[in-house]
Every structure is written in C-alpha cells, then in structure tokens.
C-alpha cells in the first residue's frame, strides 16, 4: 500500500513539473528563435559584417540587459517564497520594489548610453565595419532599457506564483511583434541594421504595456494600501540587494565568460567570429529550452522553502533533474542530425557555412555538459542561496579564462570551444557539491503547521 502511494506521489510530481515546465520552455523557445530570426535577417543582408554587427550588438544587450537578470531570477525567489508562505503583502511589496529598481536602472543606462556602447563594443572589438554596424544596432534598441528590464520583473512575478501559461501568452506576444516588426523594419521601410534594433524596442515597450496590465489584474485583493515605509523597510532591502548583488556578479561572470569567447573569435577573423555567432544560436536555443526545467525547479523549490517541506524540496530537484537530462539527450540529437541543416537555413554565405560545419560537433556536445549548471542555478535562485551561485560561477570564470589562454593557442577554435565546455562542467559540478547545505537549512514543520 505504501508503495502504491508513493508512485502515485510521484507521478503527481511529475505531471505538476511538466505542467509548469512545458509552458516555460515554449516560452522560452520563443527567445532564441527570434534571435534566430534576426541572425537569419542579417545574414541575408549580403556582407558577413552585417551578421558581424547584429552579432556584437546582441551580445552588448546581452552584457546590459541580462547583466541585470537578477530583476527576474531575484523576484521569482522571493516571490516564490512568499507565494508558499501565502503572505500576499510580501508579494505585492517584492514586485513593486522590482519594479522601481528595474525602472531606476533603465533610466540610468538611458542616460549614459553613448559612451556605454562605445566604450562596449571597443572592448569586445572587431572590424570598423562590424563595429560600425553594431552601433546602429545599439542606438535603435537601447531607447526601450526600462522597458526591457521592467518586463523581467513580470516574468518572475508570473514565474514565481507559477502562472506560467500567461507568461507563456505574453512572450509569444512580445516576440511575435518582434518578428513582424522586424520583417517590416528591415524589408518594408529599409532600415536595415538599424531596422532590427528597433523591431526588438518595440516589441520590449508593448510587452510592457501588456504586462502591467496582467499584473494589475492579477493583483491581491484586501489588502492594505502600500505604504512607502513598507517598501523601504531595512530589513526586506538589505535582503533585495544581497540577492540581487550576487546574481549580478554572478551573471556578470556568464556574461564575461561568453564576451571573452567572442573577443578570442573575433580576434581570428571576421568568419570565425560570425561563424562563433551563429553557432550560439544552437547554445541559445537549447539553454532557453532547458532553462523551462530550471525555472520550473526555482518556482516549486521556493514554495517548498516557504513552506519549509523538505521532501518536496527533495522531488522538485529530483523530478527536474530527470527531465532537464532527458531534455539534453533530445538536443543533442537534433544538433548531431540536423545541425548542418539548421546552419544553411541561418546563412546563405558559403564561406561561414564551412567554418560553422567545422565546429558544429562541440555545439553536439554542449547540451550534455551545460544541463547541470543549467538546472542547479534554476534550485539555487530558487531557494535564494545566490551568494553559493555568484561563487562558483566566478570560479568556473576564472577556469574557463585560464583554460582558454592554454588551448587557444594551440588548438585556434576548437581550443576555444573545448575551454566553454569546460567552464559549463565546472558550473554544474561545483553547484552539485552546495547542494546538501540546502537540503539542511530546510527546518521542516508538522503539516498542520504549514499555511
């Protein structure tokens, strides 16, 4: 009898990760295909310079939009938490301190943003006509910073309560004005380059309309109007900036990491570099498909934290392990069968569909490496344990800049490519070795004491 209960348990378990994770991962998947669409844009635009410039310009969003990830990974742990905890006043206050902290650095970065993407792209480097294209890119999109970051906030919030088929409808939103956007930019208006930045702004400044609408509506009924000491409470604030300071370093480290592997391809070519780029969008595509698990792990950890249950701590990062593996194998099929078509559907250019062949096999093996990582960071953000997440991700950093500087040399692109492999091992070994600690800072209640 007691075994029947737990399978059935179990499948129960089961079916509530794959009701929140599927929706996640379709939502996901929306990001990189439109990625794809706008790699796919600028690589029938006639030049390699131009997928060059789209390129160096993503990964300038990348440092300064995701750079500020903790807007979403912090609001869907504490808003998990206290969604668990049913402390809707807590809810309410994490989402509007978000909120005016997304905004606040939107502005900020509106404000510099000239100097920031010079002195950014200068350091990544490459050709003065990747570069030059890359800044149009820039100035076209930058315009929807707070936006763009305010709609994070959102995501987490949705995330976090574990609404995810709005967030699902929002983001296939967000990115279908994005497509269309594009392809009228670019092919109606002829705003070429410039045209792509500014389909991906306005597509981030609708999302946001649309997005505060769903948050208003989905507001807690009954409660006390907010007050502004309530916000600025010390207690809550020291909490939001040690979360949100930790997952700043640590993506900042991510980011670095992906910004040294493109200034090493840059500083092989204008081929090897667009042929690095392109070849991302397979890393892209599979992170943002397997991230649907991990952000599934973060929304049923921190409910299992807030309500201070240790076994469901256990079965959300069992269950989610199970399927984030099965996840993998399943790209890296797709990759090892059907990557050389994928790379031609991406680019007409002959020159970079031979480079990006030549390296596709690492791209084959990156699923199987990076799941760990990818899933472990979803259980950490989740149980708001960011300062073991910033560390280890600083030391894979560091590991990944020293295996570079060995291999590269030597091996050219493949020692680039062997040395991200290595630093996403390291992501998911070293948070595997933190992961008991959560287990038994978990302080478990009787279930009639649960809320």
């Known amino acids: 009898m007691g075994t029947q209960v737990t399978a059935r348990l179990a499948q129960s378990q089961h079916r509530r990760v794959l009701m929140l994770a599927i929706p996640i991962v379709l939502a996901n998947l929306t990001q990189p295909i439109l990625g794809a669409v706008d790699t796919a844009v600028a690589g029938h635009l006639g030049s390699a310079t131009n997928l060059g410039g789209v390129a160096l310009g993503g990964l300038f969003f990348n440092f300064v939009f995701w750079g500020f990830g903790f807007l979403r990974m912090g609001t869907t742990g504490?808003?998990?938490?206290?969604?668990?905890a049913q402390d809707l006043a807590a809810l309410r206050a994490n989402v509007v301190r978000a909120l005016l902290l997304a905004f606040g650095i939107g502005l900020l970065i509106l404000s510099v943003q000239a100097p920031l993407i010079r002195r950014a792209l200068e350091l990544i480097g490459g050709s003065d006509a990747v570069l030059r294209n890359a800044r149009l890119y820039c100035h076209a999109r930058i315009g929807s910073a707070p936006f763009a970051l305010a709609n994070y906030v959102v995501l987490g919030y949705l995330l976090g309560t574990q609404r995810v088929r709005i967030a699902l409808a929002l983001q296939i939103l967000i990115n279908a004005v994005n497509v269309l956007a594009v392809l009228t930019y670019v092919y109606r208006f002829g705003w070429?380059?410039?045209?792509?930045?500014?389909?991906?702004?306005?597509?981030?400044v609708i999302g946001f309309v649309c997005g505060a609408a769903v948050l208003w509506h989905l507001r807690p009924h009954g409660l006390a109007p907010l007050a502004w000491h309530t916000l600025a409470d010390a207690a809550s604030l020291k909490r939001l900036v040690a979360i949100n300071r930790d997952i700043f370093l640590r993506t900042l480290c991510l980011l670095g990491a992906f910004g040294?592997?493109?200034?090493?391809g840059a500083r092989q070519g204008d081929a090897i570099l667009a042929a690095n780029a392109l070849l991302l969008n397979f890393q892209t595509f599979m992170a943002y498909g397997l991230d649907g698990f991990a952000h599934a792990a973060e929304a049923l950890v921190g409910m299992a934290i807030g309500r201070?249950?240790?076994?469901?701590?256990?079965?959300a990062v069992n269950v989610n392990l199970i399927w984030s593996a099965l996840g993998a194998c399943g790209f890296a099929l797709v990759y090892g069968f059907a990557g050389g078509g994928i790379i031609?559907?991406?680019?007409?250019?002959?020159?970079?569909?031979?480079?990006a062949q030549t390296f596709l096999p690492w791209v084959v093996f990156l699923?199987?490496?990076?799941?760990?990582?990818?899933?472990?960071?979803?259980v950490f953000i989740g149980a708001t344990r960011t300062h073991e997440l910033m560390r280890t991700m600083a030391v894979s950093f560091a590991l990944f800049l020293g295996a570079s500087e060995m291999l590269v040399a030597p091996f050219g692109n493949h020692g680039l490519w062997l040395a991200l492999l290595i630093f996403m091992a390291a992501?998911?070994?070293?948070?595997a070795l933190h992961l008991p600690r959560i287990t038994a800072a978990i302080q478990p209640v009787s279930p009639r004491q649960r809320p």
């Open 78 to 84: 504490l808003v998990a938490q206290a969604f668990g």
């Open 192 to 204: 070429g380059i410039s045209g792509i930045g500014a389909a991906t702004a306005t597509a981030d």
């Open 260 to 264: 040294w592997f493109a200034h090493l």
């Open 308 to 315: 201070r249950d240790r076994d469901a701590f256990r079965q």
């Open 344 to 355: 031609d559907t991406l680019t007409d250019q002959p020159a970079i569909r031979t480079v």
């Open 367 to 378: 699923p199987l490496v990076s799941v760990w990582g990818f899933l472990l960071d979803g």
């Open 427 to 431: 992501r998911g070994l070293m948070l």
